[in-house]
C-alpha cells in the first residue's frame, strides 16, 4: 500500500463536504416519513422452489423501480407491518405461504388503514390446508387461474394506463392470470394476451391490485401511490430519499427537477451549504444526470 490514495483537491473537498454534513446532522432527529414499503415474507421462501434469477426480479428489480416512483418507501419484513399505520401503498412480492392468520392480520391492516396494496405472482398459493389457487382470492380478492402452458412473464398495460411494458422475458412458465368479472383489468400479458394486471376495490375499504410479472413499473406505482393518499415529491423516475428533515434527490437525467415539498417554504442545500426558496411548496433544482441532491427542510 502506498499513501496518497485521497491526496487531489476535489476528492479532499468531497470528504470535507462529508464530514462537514455529518457534524451538522449529528444531533438532528431524523424520524421515517416513507408511506410506499415493500414487505417481504421471509417465511414464505421455505415453503417454495424460487429460482434465484426470479427472486432478483420480485425483490432487487422491484426495489429499482420503487425508486423511480418519487417518494421515499422502506423494506420491512411482514411482521413488523403492524408497528405503523402511515403506509398508503404495499407491495407484497413474495407472500406465497398465507395462513388464516396472516390473511386476517393483513385484512384487519388495510381495512384500518385503507391502503392500496400490490400482490405479486401466486399470493396466498399456499395455506395451512394445502396448495389451491382458490386461496389466492381469499388473500388478494381477486380470481386467478393458472394455465397449462408456459409463457413469458411480461405485462402491457391497456389504454387507460400511461403506456408501459414491464415483467421479464427471462421468466418462461405457467405464470397466473386474470379472471374475474369484478375486477378492473388494467394490462394483458405480451404474449398470450391474458390479464396480467388487474384492480378492485374491495367492500371493506381498501384497494387489492394483481399483477403477475415482477418489477412492476415505477410510473405505475407513483400513480397507485398518489392515488392512495401518499404524498409525492417528484414526477420524474429519479431517487428520492426521505425522512422528517432531510431529502436526498439522486438524478437519473439531466434536467429541471421539480420537488414538492408542500411544508417548506425553504430548503437548506447541505452539499453547497446555501438556502433555497421556494413558491408554494415547489423548489426547482437543475441536476445532471448523477449528481446527489442533499436538502435540510427549515
Excluded at 79 to 98: G, K, M, V
Excluded at 141 to 164: A, C, K, M, Q, Y
Excluded at 233 to 253: K, M, P
Aim: hydrophobic share 40%; aromatic share 6%; charged share 20%.
Amino acid at each position: 500500500m502506498t499513501s496518497g490514495w485521497y491526496d487531489t483537491p476535489p476528492l479532499s473537498s468531497a470528504v470535507q463536504t462529508m464530514v462537514r454534513i455529518t457534524n451538522e446532522l449529528a444531533d438532528v432527529e431524523r424520524k421515517g416519513v416513507a408511506e410506499i414499503a415493500i414487505v417481504i415474507d421471509e417465511e414464505s421462501l421455505l415453503h417454495v422452489q424460487c429460482p434465484p434469477n426470479q427472486l432478483v426480479h420480485l425483490i432487487n428489480h422491484q426495489c429499482l423501480e420503487l425508486s423511480r416512483a418519487g417518494a421515499p418507501f422502506d423494506t420491512i419484513l411482514l411482521d413488523d407491518l403492524e408497528s405503523t399505520d402511515r403506509y398508503r401503498l404495499l407491495l407484497l412480492p413474495t407472500l406465497f405461504h398465507a395462513t388464516s392468520e396472516k390473511r386476517d392480520r393483513l385484512h384487519a391492516y388495510l381495512e384500518r388503514t385503507g391502503a392500496t396494496v400490490v400482490f405479486l405472482l401466486a399470493p396466498g398459493l399456499i395455506s395451512e390446508d394445502g396448495t389451491d389457487v382458490q386461496n389466492c382470492r381469499k388473500l388478494t380478492g381477486i380470481n386467478i387461474e393458472i394455465p397449462d402452458n408456459r409463457h413469458f412473464n411480461v405485462v402491457e398495460t391497456t389504454n387507460d394506463l400511461p403506456s408501459v411494458t414491464y415483467g421479464s422475458w427471462y421468466w418462461h412458465d405457467r405464470v397466473p392470470h386474470v379472471v374475474d368479472d369484478e375486477a378492473t383489468v388494467l394490462g394483458h400479458y405480451a404474449e398470450t394476451g391474458l390479464a396480467g394486471l388487474a384492480t378492485r376495490a374491495m367492500p371493506e375499504g381498501w384497494t387489492s391490485i394483481y399483477s403477475g410479472a415482477p418489477a412492476v413499473a415505477g410510473r405505475l406505482l407513483r400513480d397507485w401511490a398518489r392515488s392512495a393518499g401518499a404524498h409525492i415529491y417528484l414526477d420524474t423516475d429519479d431517487a428520492v430519499f426521505a425522512c422528517s428533515t432531510i431529502i436526498a434527490i439522486h438524478a437519473r437525467t439531466t434536467g429541471l427537477k421539480t420537488l414538492q415539498v408542500p411544508d417548506a417554504s425553504e430548503l437548506h442545500d447541505l452539499i453547497n451549504d446555501v438556502a433555497i426558496a421556494g413558491a408554494n411548496g415547489q423548489f426547482n433544482l437543475r441536476l445532471t444526470r448523477g449528481d446527489t441532491a442533499l436538502l435540510r427542510r427549515g
